[in-house]
């Protein structure tokens, strides 16, 4: 039994988190109800280092690191309403990935030229109803600078002090925030994007507005 308790508390530390919260415009229903085709953005990522491991880091390995964990957040969301779809019965379609960032890179807008868009410019370019937007912050989320290398590389940047998030989903007509959902988990939950999405969308997956059960 005593063997059993560290791996337990590394369990609850890998899943604390606060609650989350949602908002859920009035008309969702009623605007979704026209919805087809939603489209996943490359997540905004913003990593916050300790002072000692900026000083290792460049800005550009930094910027690599971020834009190499949004593309794998994104993958990884369109992975899970993939893997779900014949349980959540969702009612409308994901735009595959490969085409999205296929139509932005043909559209010559980089990952950072994406915060500098509107959502109803972006939802009109990729031709869909609405998109998936997602922005991630981490705290202290090394304990070596070196880890950056290693996260372009393995997709992981080590344990995290915190890992906050949020979904949002915007028309694509007006640009209107149509849902929003914030979540903040504490400890390791961050340590990858597989980690973070798997975490991020077991507390969200129920309340996702798309679902049609």
């Given at each position: 039994m005593k063997t059993l308790l560290p791996a337990l508390a590394a369990l609850l530390?890998?899943?604390?988190?606060?609650?989350?919260?949602?908002?859920?415009?009035?008309?969702?229903?009623?605007?979704?109800?026209?919805?087809?085709?939603?489209?996943?953005?490359?997540?905004?990522?913003?990593?916050?280092?300790?002072?000692?491991?900026?000083?290792?880091?460049?800005?550009?390995?930094?910027?690599?690191?971020?834009?190499?964990?949004?593309?794998?957040?994104?993958?990884?969301?369109?992975?899970?309403?993939?893997?779900?779809?014949?349980?959540?019965?969702?009612?409308?379609k994901f735009q595959d990935v490969s085409q999205t960032n296929a139509l932005l890179e043909e559209a010559r807008l980089s990952y950072t030229d994406l915060s500098r868009k509107s959502r109803a410019e972006l939802a009109r370019l990729l031709g869909v109803d609405a998109v998936i937007s997602t922005q991630l912050r981490t705290d202290k989320p090394?304990?070596?600078?070196?880890?950056?290398?290693?996260?372009?590389?393995?997709?992981?940047?080590?344990?995290?002090?915190?890992?906050?998030?949020?979904?949002?989903?915007?028309?694509?007509?007006?640009?209107?925030?149509?849902?929003?959902y914030d979540y903040q988990a504490q400890g390791s939950v961050g340590s990858s994007p597989e980690n973070l999405v798997n975490a991020l969308m077991r507390n969200a997956s129920r309340k996702f507005p798309y679902n049609g059960k």
């Open positions: 530390l890998l899943l604390t988190a606060c609650g989350p919260a949602i908002y859920k415009t009035n008309d969702f229903a009623t605007v979704a109800a026209t919805h087809k085709t939603v489209a996943i953005l490359p997540a905004q990522v913003a990593i916050n280092l300790r002072p000692n491991e900026m000083r290792r880091t460049t800005p550009e390995m930094l910027e690599k690191n971020e834009a190499a964990t949004g593309y794998a957040i994104q993958e990884k969301l369109y992975g899970w309403f993939l893997r779900r779809s014949n349980r959540f019965h969702y009612t409308v090394m304990n070596e600078g070196v880890a950056i290398a290693m996260g372009l590389v393995f997709g992981a940047w080590g344990s995290t002090n915190q890992a906050v998030t949020t979904i949002h989903i915007h028309e694509a007509n007006q640009g209107d925030l149509l849902w929003k």
